[in-house]
């Protein structure tokens, strides 16, 4: 799953900032619906998207297998990747 940016907040409390659109939320409840209701439900790949992307799943590919971490966009990508196959 997509991890948030935590970040602490002005009384103390911690915030959760979603990596993709900025969003933020008071607790990872909300965060993770949010994820799934904005960012992976529909989610829909054609033929002309899949193909320029296909090169930075690649990259990713070769990432994970070396063990280097992927950044925030390469984690979405490749979660929408894996939901799309199924
Ligand atoms: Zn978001």
């Known amino acids: 799953m997509l991890s948030a940016i ?3 907040g002005r009384n103390g409390m911690l915030l959760y900032i979603c990596p993709l ?14 994820l799934m209701k904005s960012h992976l ?11 320029k ?11 994970e297998e070396n063990g280097i971490p992927l950044d925030n966009f390469e984690k979405y990508l490749n979660l929408k990747a ?5």
């Not at 439900?41 to 193909?51: A, H, I, T």
């Open 21 to 34: 659109c900025g969003h933020v939320f008071v607790n990872s409840k909300k965060y993770s619906k949010h």
């Open 6 to 8: 935590r970040k602490e």
């Open 82 to 86: 894996k939901l799309n196959s199924k």
């Open 41 to 51: 439900r529909n989610f829909s790949m054609n033929k002309r998207k899949l193909k």
């Open 53 to 63: 992307l296909s090169k930075r799943l690649i990259l990713i590919k070769v990432k």
